[in-house]
């Protein structure tokens, strides 16, 4: 079945550091491929996305690039702030089943100044 | 930006009761969805709605879940019985165009 996998963490990371949080995924057919975050106490804001293989999304200073041959959707941003600190939920829909997003356990990040 | 809003925020209840989510979805968007979230854990789809009626639905929806679109602006999610184990923050989702799914806040429940 269709499956995102993605480091759970808790990530901690210091202000101006570089962030990656690994998502690989499982899926039939071509997905497309998101990136969600959760800020505290609030819901589900999409940050980027990715439609078909070689893709990049980018928002905010974030990027994630659709690699087809490792089926991965890596999240990075160059230089992270403390308003950065959040939950990243990768994400994945398909064509064969459009009705649902499938979400990965979610990523928390803490950035500490 | 046009945006889904929820209410209530939050709503605690108890045990056995019936609640009713209510969701405002984008204007022009014509698929629903709901998920839910407990506590630490991921986000499951629950239910969509196409067309006045539901497209899917998961295991979790069961007979005690319904969904309604009484008017052309709201999307409700019933509970009519509920258990402690319904406590999770729900959102729900729209769409145009059956791909990139928009959320909305969510609503906290919890069941005492």
């Known amino acids: 079945g269709n499956s995102v996998t993605?480091?759970?963490?808790?990530?901690?990371?210091?202000?101006?550091?570089?962030?990656?949080i690994n998502c690989t995924y499982t899926a039939t057919g071509y997905p497309s491929?998101?990136?969600?975050?959760?800020?505290?106490?609030?819901?589900?804001?999409?940050?980027?996305?990715?439609?078909?293989?070689?893709?990049?999304?980018?928002?905010?200073?974030?990027?994630?690039?659709?690699?087809?041959?490792?089926?991965?959707?890596?999240?990075?941003?160059?230089?992270?702030?403390?308003?950065?600190?959040?939950?990243?939920?990768?994400?994945l829909i398909t064509k064969t089943s459009y009705d649902k997003v499938i979400f990965g356990p979610g990523t928390s990040l803490s950035v500490i100044p | 930006e046009p945006e889904v809003t929820q209410t209530p925020s939050h709503q605690v209840t108890q045990m056995g009761q019936e609640v009713i989510l209510r969701c405002v979805p984008i204007s022009n968007h014509l698929y629903f969805y709901w998920y839910r979230q407990i506590l630490g854990q991921k986000v499951e789809f629950l239910v969509s709605f196409y067309n006045n009626e539901i497209s899917e639905k998961s295991e979790i929806f069961d007979d005690q879940f319904s969904v309604?679109?009484?008017?052309?602006?709201?999307?409700?999610?019933?509970?009519?019985?509920?258990?402690?184990?319904?406590?999770?923050?729900?959102?729900c989702a729209s769409t145009q165009l059956q791909e990139t799914q928009y959320f909305g806040p969510g609503t906290r429940l919890l069941v005492l």
């Open chain 1, 6 to 20: 993605q480091m759970e963490g808790p990530v901690t990371l210091s202000e101006e550091a570089f962030l990656t």
């Open chain 1, 33 to 91: 491929l998101f990136w969600y975050v959760q800020y505290p106490g609030e819901g589900l804001q999409l940050l980027l996305k990715a439609t078909k293989a070689d893709d990049k999304g980018s928002n905010k200073g974030f990027e994630a690039t659709y690699r087809k041959e490792t089926t991965s959707f890596h999240l990075e941003k160059g230089s992270v702030q403390v308003s950065d600190s959040a939950v990243y939920f990768c994400a």
């Open chain 2, 68 to 91: 309604e679109r009484p008017d052309g602006s709201n999307f409700t999610l019933k509970i009519r019985s509920t258990k402690l184990e319904d406590s999770a923050m729900y959102f």
